[in-house]
């Protein structure tokens, strides 16, 4: 039998998505234990140092370069899938940084049980999102810190979140642009987590838009497939030349599908992914065939 999965992404450039928002603002500025977050400098043979603000003078993170953040989503730790998969295509590039933001015993996977009714998963979900601007303060601590230490200027950082990871990339750019007066290069946001962050539930400084970094390119998947094919796509798209076609979306509807599904041939198509040209404006939209071997 010949079996072919037909799944689709839409991968969007939010700045059609930019709209005033009101504040709602009632993330609590939470404390955290100084093991809540851990930043894992990886090397190229896959192993890593932790580092930290203090610790940067003295660790391994090379000067004035590209500088790779990987934030895994809820559930999340250091040894989840799109941490692993995004790091370890990373870890291939020369000259760069690549630092991999574990949140573990915040991102609920230690309270997370299969047995838990919506509600709980619920409750269990808003719990996590209430650290996320505590999360994204560290970030923003350790950035300023390979600043001023390892002169890596602000548009040499490139956020690369999935998911509710998507979301701290986002607190990471507002605050970094609030302080710096300047912003990241990039923020990559795989699916962002959308529950909690819909427009009329959280300012635009606490959601992925535009103007948290130089260029904001944002994977969305649509509903007949996985959310993690976001990052699967990102994936498949460091190591193939995977294209993603124009399409018009409603732009008062973040979560709507362009028009042209399983249109995939077209007259200006782009490269997506992280090796996407970063003058790329618009909306844009991938079909993809999944045969096997492709996808790991
Ligand atoms: C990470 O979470 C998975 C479950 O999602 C678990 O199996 C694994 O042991 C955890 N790893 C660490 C290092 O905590
Ligand atoms: C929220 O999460 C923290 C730690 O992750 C946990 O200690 C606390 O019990 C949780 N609260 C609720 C209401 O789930
Ligand atoms: C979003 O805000 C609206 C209006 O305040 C509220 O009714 C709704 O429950 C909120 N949704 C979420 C997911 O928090
Ligand atoms: C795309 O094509 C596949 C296979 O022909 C079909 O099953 C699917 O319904 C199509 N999707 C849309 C949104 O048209
Ligand atoms: C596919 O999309 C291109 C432009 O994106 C359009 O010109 C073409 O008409 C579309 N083809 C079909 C069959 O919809
Ligand atoms: C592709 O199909 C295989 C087999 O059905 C499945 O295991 C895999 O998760 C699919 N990959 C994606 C990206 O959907």
């Known amino acids: ?126 719990n996590v999102t209430t650290y996320v601007p505590a999360i994204a303060q560290k970030i923003v601590n350790l950035i300023e810190s390979l600043k001023t230490k390892k002169s890596i200027p602000l548009s040499q950082v490139h956020v690369i979140g999935f998911s509710l990871g998507a979301q701290i990339g986002a607190v990471v750019g507002s605050e970094i642009r609030k302080k710096d007066k300047e912003e990241v290069g990039r923020i990559s946001g795989l699916d962002p987590a959308s529950f909690n962050y819909q427009e009329e539930n959280v300012t635009a400084d606490n ?18 497939c996985d959310h993690r094919f976001s990052w699967k796509i990102w994936n498949l798209a460091f190591k193939n030349d995977i294209k993603g076609c124009p399409c018009k979306v409603e732009a008062s509807e973040s979560d709507s599908i362009c028009t042209n599904l399983n249109n995939t041939s077209c007259t200006s198509p782009v490269r997506i992914g992280m090796f996407m040209s970063t003058k790329t404006v618009g909306n844009f939209f991938v079909g993809y065939k999944n045969t096997t071997g492709l996808v790991a």
Not at 10 to 35: C, G, K
Not at 58 to 71: D, H
Not at 207 to 224: E, G, Q, W
């Open 207 to 224: 959601r992925l838009d535009v103007t948290d970094a130089a260029f904001v390119d944002i994977y969305h998947t649509n509903r007949l």
């Open 1 to 126: 039998m010949l079996y072919l999965q037909y799944n689709t992404l839409t991968l969007l450039l939010l700045w059609l998505f930019v709209s005033s928002t009101y504040a709602n603002d009632e993330f609590a500025r939470t404390r955290l234990n100084p093991t809540d977050v851990t930043f894992l400098l990886y090397s190229r043979d896959n192993s890593y140092t932790e580092v930290s603000p203090e610790s940067v003078d003295a660790s391994l993170v090379e000067k004035g370069v590209k500088t790779y953040f990987v934030i895994d989503g809820l559930y999340s730790n250091r040894t989840t899938l799109m941490a692993k998969t995004v790091t370890d295509d990373l870890i291939t590039l020369p000259n760069c940084n690549v630092i991999m933001v574990d949140w573990a015993p915040l991102s609920g996977y230690l309270a997370f049980r299969p047995s838990m009714n919506d509600l709980e998963l619920r409750g269990l979900y808003n």
